[in-house]
């Protein structure tokens, strides 16, 4: 059972509007990750970070900002929120795995959030 | 950069039919790959993973992935689905060694299976 959360499930808010996406996972994991996925699409890494203070641009360009003040906790922001963002949000965690060494790769997945913007 | 293919995007099937869905990666080098569910509500969870050695993996729930190197896929398979099956799947690959877990998805593929 993956220990990580994302709030909210659903928000639905008007353009131009600041909204943070929150996420926390309870596993002690280094590394986070945000995804974007429209419906029946792939996912797209957005944001990803190593651990506190790190933070990396994904594949695909995003005009949100994430932080990584401590271990746990990974929020993800849009200043100003247009109907462009519409979709949906997933965080993600794994393991750094030591240097030298493969770790598994195994990346655990919180629920969500569907974001809408009118 | 590495991509992944997953050429159906829906497929509907009926209870105790065999499946297989395809997956094809484009990376040079050596691949982890994986298959992640999403159930029906839920979060995305791992089905199975392959790293290296025996090219055929059993993953949760009686799925398997054949990995072809020559191919570069690595589909997944189930003898016999149940109505309890129906999700997405998405199947995804990561550079092997020690690259981290930069991992690319394919577009997914949505199954159903109709009692």
């Known amino acids: 059972e993956a220990d990580i959360y994302q709030t909210p499930r659903y928000l639905v808010i008007g353009t131009g509007k600041k909204i943070t996406l929150e996420c926390s996972q309870t596993m002690g994991h280094d590394k986070m990750y945000w995804y974007q996925q429209d419906p029946g699409m792939e996912l797209h890494l957005i944001h990803y970070?190593?651990?506190?203070?790190?933070?990396e641009k994904g594949d695909l360009s995003s005009e949100s900002t994430v932080s990584r003040i401590r271990t746990e906790h990974f929020p993800l922001t849009l200043e100003s929120a247009r109907p462009s963002h519409t979709s949906q949000y997933l965080c993600?965690?794994?393991?750094?795995?030591?240097?030298?060494?493969?770790?598994?790769?195994?990346?655990?997945f919180g629920e969500g959030s569907r974001l809408t913007v009118l | 950069a590495q991509s992944v293919s997953q050429h159906n995007h829906h497929v509907i099937l009926s209870e105790a039919a065999s499946l297989e869905l395809g997956c094809n990666y484009s990376?040079?080098?050596?691949?982890?790959l994986f298959w992640y569910v999403q159930y029906p509500g839920q979060h995305l969870q791992l089905l199975l993973k392959?790293?290296?050695?025996?090219?055929l993996v059993k993953g949760i729930k009686g799925f398997e992935a054949e990995f072809i190197k020559s191919k570069f896929s690595f589909n997944l398979r189930k003898p016999s689905v149940q109505w309890s099956d129906t999700a997405e799947y998405f199947c995804?690959?990561?550079?092997?060694?020690?690259?981290?877990?930069?991992?690319?998805f394919g577009g997914g593929t949505r199954l159903m299976v109709k009692p």
């Open positions: 995804a690959v990561t550079p092997g060694g020690n690259a981290g877990n930069m991992l690319t």
């Open positions: 990376y040079g080098g050596t691949v982890n």
């Open positions: 970070s190593y651990g506190v203070n790190s933070t």
């Open positions: 392959y790293f290296s050695g025996d090219p």
């Open positions: 993600a965690s794994s393991e750094l795995g030591l240097a030298g060494v493969s770790n598994t790769g195994e990346l655990f």
